[in-house]
Structures are given as structure tokens and as C-alpha cells.
């Protein structure tokens, strides 16, 4: 199989702590070998193999391709009229959902489809090389089914959001919605998808309906992962620790206990930024997490509602200006911090072995990202060892 090394790497982000500078495993002068789809070699230029073909990176930085663990890519409508409003003073509510709930059942499959593909083309060309993608716009066993569908041919990631908001037909009967997803949508998602997630919150469903929904989910051999204190304070966090969850995302408003929790297991807190930029919420409390010791998970939650944006680089540019967030923690929390929150030991960093997804920054180092805010810096980027953009 045919070998094509990188060269003439100014700084490389391998998040391999073996290897030179701090945890981000950063080594200047570099170079990765890429084999079969794979990185097959990682050091300095000057002791690099030989190759069959050789790209240079002209002293650019490149860092791992970043990893999304939270989307809501199946869907249609807008709704910008909603988020000029709440610019103008209205509050954000979980029932804005429903607008996309109807919008997403009259919309075919195709054209479902087409949205989620090119929402995944804005991913990719901003320096995301895997997604994880969320149903939740249908909330009846139809709807979802053809979003998990419509998910699974765009991602291996996919998540089956049964419980976003009860929909307009159950309003008034929760548990009603809660049993219908029980007995019909769960078994008949599961087949396509590997996560189960549901909105514990305020306005959306009750700590038990929750624990109903997550339990069934991994009865029916679906990993958990939870939306969790983003509006209020809850029982999002505490849930998702109790049963395991690989992550609880948004986590903005934590008690004590809620951080203490967090810092003594192995759920990782996914922070979206993005979110709270465009509902003017309060932002999670990053450095509260980082310092009591739990893990961070980076991502930009694709989805028309709160926060429509792919990028990742902004996302990164919140963190470290209003998350206290360092730009080393923003990236690592974006790349290894994301496959963490996915449970994935082949995406989120460069060691030899992992996919070759990397990114070439038009910067000669990762700071770039949070230092020049708003400014496309994605100059290539490769999936397993492919060039799918640039
Ligand atoms: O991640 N929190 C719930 N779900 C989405 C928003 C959904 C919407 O408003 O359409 C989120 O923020
Ligand atoms: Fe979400």
C-alpha cells in the first residue's frame, strides 16, 4: 500500500503525552507517516522514512482532525426568527423544538438527507473528521426511524434521541409519550443506531421519565449519553453518572455535587458553547470541572435551534474567552476529549495506529485558533488519510 508522508510540519498537535511537549504531545518539526489510512510514524522531520509520496506542509501547523460528539444534524426548517428574537430579549424554551418537529415530518427522507449531508460538508471543511449525529425532530416511531436512517448513511455515530420534547399529539401526557417510546420507538430505532440520549430538563422530561427512557435504551444495547443542566439545575449529571453514561452535555448549571460527581467518573462533560452563545445563557463552568479533575468535551451541537453553527474553531474561540478554557485544554477537549466522550480509541489523537484524520492550519501553531477568532484557518484536512478538503 502506497505511503505518503507529511513533511515540514511547523508544530504537530499528536495529543500523545509520550511524546515531547505537555499533554497535547506537541512536536515542532514534524512529520507523520500516513499508511493504509493509518499513522504509521510520527516524529521529527529529519528522521523521517521514506515515502512513496511527500506533502509539504511548508512550516503549517496540523493538528488531529476534531471529534464532534454532539449534532443535531436530521432536520428541516430554520429558525432565525426565533434566535433574532431572543437576541432582542425573549427567552430560550425546550417547546421551540416542536416548530422543527413539524417542519422534520413533512420533510421526505431525501430531503433530510440532503440537509444532513451538507451540514456534515460545513463539519468537514471547518476540521471535523467524525460526527456524531442526533435524531429528535420526529418524536413518533416514523419519524424517528427515517432520522436514525437518514443518520446512520452519514455517520457511524448515531444517536437516538427518543426523548427531545413530547410532542404537540402528547402534550399533557408524558408519560403516555414515555411509554410509546418504551414499547415502540426504542425497539424499532435501536438496529440503527449505538447511542441512546435523551433531554432531562425543565420543560422537557422528569428525572424518572428520563431514567425510564436511558434504561430501556440500554436494555435494548444502546450506549447512554445525556442532555443535562443546560436551562436549570437538575438531575441531568447525577443521572448520567448513576447509569454510566459516557457523557452529560451542556452541563451549565452544576452544584457542588454535580462537579464532585463528574471528577470521580468516567462520564465526561461535553460543554457546548455554542449553545449558550446563541441563547445569551450562562456559560458552563469549564474551569470549575477542569480543576476538580473531570474530563471536557468540546463540541458545537449543530442544530437549528439553539446553536447553527459547524465550527468547531469558534467553539474553541468561546472556550478560551469565556470558559477560561486554555487554548491547549480547548483543543484537547475538542479532539481526544470528543472521542472520549464517544468511547473511541482511533479517532482524537496521532499516535501510531490511530486514523489518519488530520488537519493543516493556515498558522504555524494551534493557538491561531483562539487568537484569530472568526478567521477560516482549516487550509487541509484529511480522513483516514484521504484529502476531503482544501
Ligand atoms: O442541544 N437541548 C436540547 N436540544 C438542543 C436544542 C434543540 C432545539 O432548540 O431545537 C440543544 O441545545
Ligand atoms: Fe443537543
Not at 511547523?10 to 507517516?33: K, Q, W
Not at 433531554?199 to 434504561?215: M, P, T
Not at 441563547?279 to 474551569?287: D, G, K, L, M, V
Request: a negative charge.
Amino acid at each position: 500500500m502506497a505511503s505518503t508522508l507529511l513533511t515540514n510540519i511547523g508544530s504537530l498537535v499528536t495529543n500523545d503525552p509520550s511524546l515531547e511537549r505537555g499533554p497535547l504531545g506537541i512536536v515542532e518539526r514534524a512529520a507523520v507517516l500516513v499508511e493504509d489510512g493509518a499513522v504509521a510514524w510520527v516524529g521529527q522531520a529529519s528522521a523521517a522514512p521514506a515515502a512513496d509520496k511527500s506533502i509539504d506542509c511548508e512550516g503549517r501547523a496540523v493538528i488531529p482532525g476534531f471529534v464532534e460528539s454532539h449534532s443535531h444534524l436530521v432536520f428541516a426548517g430554520d429558525r432565525s426568527e426565533e434566535f433574532s428574537a431572543r437576541m432582542q430579549g425573549k427567552a430560550y424554551e425546550a417547546g421551540g423544538i416542536r416548530s422543527t418537529i413539524e417542519q422534520t415530518r413533512a420533510a421526505s427522507s431525501g430531503e433530510l438527507a440532503a440537509n444532513a449531508r451538507k451540514l456534515l460538508g460545513e463539519y468537514q471543511r471547518s476540521g471535523s473528521t467524525t460526527v456524531e449525529i442526533k435524531s429528535g425532530y420526529g418524536q413518533n416511531t416514523e419519524s424517528e426511524l427515517r432520522s436514525v436512517q437518514v443518520a446512520a448513511g452519514c455517520t457511524d455515530e448515531v444517536t437516538l434521541l427518543a426523548a427531545h420534547v413530547a410532542p404537540p399529539e402528547y402534550a399533557g401526557r408524558q408519560d403516555d409519550y414515555v411509554q410509546m417510546v418504551l414499547d415502540e420507538m426504542i425497539p424499532a430505532c435501536a438496529p440503527y443506531a449505538s447511542w441512546i440520549d435523551v433531554f432531562c430538563e425543565k420543560g422537557a422530561f422528569s428525572e424518572e421519565q428520563s431514567r425510564a427512557v436511558l434504561l430501556a435504551g440500554q436494555a435494548a444495547g444502546l450506549k447512554a449519553r445525556v442532555h443535562g443542566n443546560q436551562l436549570t439545575y437538575g438531575a441531568g449529571v447525577q443521572l448520567a453518572v448513576e447509569l454510566d453514561a459516557a457523557s452529560v452535555d451542556h452541563a451549565v448549571y452544576l452544584s457542588d455535587a454535580d462537579v464532585d460527581a463528574l471528577a470521580n467518573s468516567t462520564t465526561v462533560a461535553t460543554v457546548l458553547p455554542g449553545a449558550d452563545f446563541s441563547t445569551r445563557n450562562s456559560y458552563p463552568p469549564a474551569r470549575r470541572l477542569l480543576d476538580a479533575g473531570a474530563t471536557l468535551a468540546l463540541g458545537a451541537d449543530c442544530n437549528p435551534g439553539t446553536s447553527f453553527t459547524t465550527s468547531i474553531p469558534f467553539c474553541i474561540a468561546l472556550a478560551v474567552r469565556d470558559l477560561a478554557m486554555s487554548p491547549d485544554e480547548a483543543l484537547w477537549s475538542a479532539t481526544a476529549g470528543g472521542a472520549r466522550a464517544l468511547q473511541r480509541e482511533d479517532v482524537g489523537s496521532l499516535r501510531v495506529g490511530a486514523r489518519a484524520d488530520l488537519v493543516e492550519l493556515a498558522a504555524p501553531n494551534h493557538l491561531h485558533l483562539a487568537y484569530r477568532p472568526g478567521v477560516s484557518l482549516v487550509h487541509r484536512v484529511w480522513k483516514a488519510g484521504e484529502q476531503v478538503a482544501g
